[in-house]
């Protein structure tokens, strides 16, 4: 039942009113005080706020102020005496759904308010899906279509309050680092620093006085003192990009700091306490470092006491689209039209097999968009190696098709996989890439297609 706030100074029409919506079956609180208004405004719940406009000393526009500047804002019908349209129209400005003038005809007042309800509705009905969007998925700047992403959307929001370490592993281009910032951005220590250092990137002695920070003479070079990251990501977060690459010698003083909570600047004898929450991540699986000796076992425990794995690009198709999408609409100017891509172009964009992940793909885009014409990305446009990544637009499988002597010996099983391939290209072009369609032609499951495309 739809709850209605009426408000009018005037105790007649409010009895009147009050009795006619009770009657239309609405949920009615009647208030003749614009002071009592606000406090019920301020502390309940309703669909809609229906008010007279001259009223003292709290008057209707003030009222629907409050109401249109609720989280949820409030939908506003104000009544209004003949002759004071021009108030009215302020309401309006203000954001009323519409007015009703006194003396009101009563069809005209329930046609209003059943459209306001309507209205109001609608609006809520958007505005819990946008939450539940909001907070079950989305993140901003990730893309999650699949349900692989969403899972580890949900992970992320899950574990970004906690002050865990967490060992992030992807293969290169994958979003580590932009999984790494959004755990940041949603933990506690948002407002502190990100600061990331490459492991990789530093020789020894440079990585230990990156991390940690040296006093000036401690070695040749160090001509002044030089404050750390884990010092400098006080209350903040430091990420551990490439950690497998980090020499034997600084896993052993990594693990002190891990454990101590304090580091000690190279060339100092003095420790310092340090509050900086770690996040590592790796493109090489540790287990496989410690095996061959290179990555101390106990650093890994310490590290990874929650894992995230990001799949390949390969092993979630439905991302790839969506996120063309994002990078053409970054990439474009504001107000232009993003080009369209052809269903060419489509199916390689979702069959081809991103050894490189996201940032391949991304850059795979920007290609496309500089090279395109009429607004129209073609396969040709796609950087070479992708474009020719199986030599095959639609049209050379096609033609492969009928091609049927003269194959090279091979196992029977590279035969019919390598058949199915071009039959499974041949149907989905003829679908115009609808991949339900194609599906239920082949009479496969839609995952059973997906799999066979990205094998
Ligand atoms: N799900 C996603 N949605 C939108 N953009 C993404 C997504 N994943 C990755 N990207 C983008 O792809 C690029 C590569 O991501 P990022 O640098 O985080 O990957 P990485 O795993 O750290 O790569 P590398 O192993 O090369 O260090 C970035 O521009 C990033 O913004
Ligand atoms: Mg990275």
Redesign the pocket.
Known sequence: MSRILLVDDEPSILSVLSTLLKTEGYDVEPVNDGEKAKELLASDDFDLLLSDIRMAPVNGLELLKIARGKKHPLTTIMLTAYGSVETAIDALKLGAFDFVTKPFKVDELLITIQRALEFSNALSENASLKEQLDSRYHIE????ESAE?QDTCEMIKKVAPSETTILIY?E????????AKAIHSYSKRSKGNFLAVNCAALPEALLESEMFGHVKGSFTGASSNKTGLFEAANSGTIFL?EVGSIPLAVQGKLLRVLQEKEIRAVGSNKTIKVDARVLA?T?VPLEQLIQEGTFREDLYYRLSVIPIN?KPLRERPD?ILP?VM?FIQQDIPQNSEPPSLSPEAKLLLETYSWPGN??EL?NAVKHAITFADNNQIEVNNLPARIATSQGNTIQSTVNNISQTENYAPQPLKDFLKNQERIYLKQILAQNDDNKEKTAATLQVSLATLYRKLTE
């Open positions: 700047n990730i893309i999650a992403m992807g290169s281009g994958t979003g580590k680092e932009l999984v990009d991540a493109n990001i991302d996120l994002h996201i940032r991304e």
